[in-house]
């Protein structure tokens, strides 16, 4: 009896040694990054002894769409979400500070700001003066006519790459440079800029075969102009990977603590940054 006993309580035992083993990783997982102490990060001390936190900010599509309406949050979009999501942890409110395409970096330098969360697309010059937390990305997808019987196999980008194939582009833009390593098969008309996002005249003439255009900027052409096929094929276009270029919020170099904090809340929402952009592009 003793034995047998002694059996279930071991088995009894060992069972709860197997649950906590289970569930060790999703509380670690649920765990939240702490704030800095106190004499940790410089930033984070006067934020708090402020009582806001300063984000420099100008509305962009969709990283942060300004809201117009007169009611509700001033801005949207992932850069929004994690913006009022710092703020949070901080225990203090957000404080805007409204800049131009121009002083949405150099704000940083001077202090006027904390984090700039106008959309920065990274650029070397600019890795050489702040730090970055890295939301999402600027990237180009490849449209066509749905009609047309030679994207009538294509099936995927790389499929693109032939020499029956026109591709148009801007003059002046990326994809002239870029494009030609992409697709080394392809025939290339390139066009002056017209302001429009994309030369979709040469699609719609026939003229080309497909065109580029910014990820971002797919939805709103595919409402306005019935009959394209787009490639990367439906939402995939949206994470497209082609040309990619990162997109984030910018902090000053001075405070590293401060940018590896921000870098570690946004690792614990990602999933919910990412669903503020694809939300606001299929609306679009």
């Keep these: 009896m003793l034995g047998s006993t002694r059996r279930s309580a071991l088995s009894a035992l060992g069972l709860a040694f197997a649950l906590a083993a289970l569930l060790l990783p999703a509380a670690a997982e649920a765990a939240s990054t702490d704030v800095p102490a106190p004499g940790e990060s410089p930033k984070i001390d006067a934020i708090k002894e402020r009582g806001s936190l300063r984000v420099a900010a100008i509305g962009e599509f969709p990283w942060l769409p300004e809201n117009t309406t007169g009611s509700g949050p001033q801005f949207s979009g992932p850069a929004w979400v994690l913006a009022e999501e710092y703020a949070e942890r901080l225990g203090v409110?957000?404080?805007?500070?409204?800049?131009?395409?121009?002083?949405?970096?150099?704000?940083?330098?001077?202090?006027?700001?904390?984090?700039?969360?106008?959309?920065?697309?990274?650029?070397?010059?600019?890795?050489?003066?702040?730090?970055?937390?890295?939301?999402?990305?600027?990237?180009?997808?490849?449209f066509g006519l749905a009609d047309n019987p030679k994207l009538k196999d294509v099936k995927s980008v790389d499929d693109l790459n032939r020499d029956d194939l026109t591709m148009a582009y801007f003059t002046g833009t990326p994809p002239e440079a870029w494009a030609p390593g992409r697709f080394p098969e392809v025939e290339f008309r390139a066009v002056s800029g017209s302001g429009a996002n994309a030369p979709v005249e040469e699609v719609m003439s026939k003229r080309a075969d497909f065109a580029s255009i910014d990820n971002v900027a797919w939805p709103q052409l595919a409402k306005q102009v019935p009959g394209l096929v787009v490639f990367p094929a439906g939402d995939d276009c949206l994470q497209s990977n082609e040309m990619a270029t990162g997109v984030g919020l910018a902090v000053d170099k001075g405070d590293p603590v401060f940018r590896d904090w921000l870098e570690a809340v946004y690792e614990e929402v990602k999933d919910e940054v990412t669903a503020a952009e694809l939300e606001l592009l299929k609306g679009s």
């Design 93 to 142: 409110p957000l404080e805007v500070v409204p800049v131009s395409h121009e002083t949405k970096v150099p704000i940083l330098a001077t202090g006027d700001a904390d984090i700039s969360i106008a959309p920065l697309a990274v650029t070397p010059q600019r890795l050489e003066v702040v730090n970055f937390v890295v939301y999402s990305r600027s990237s180009l997808c490849f």
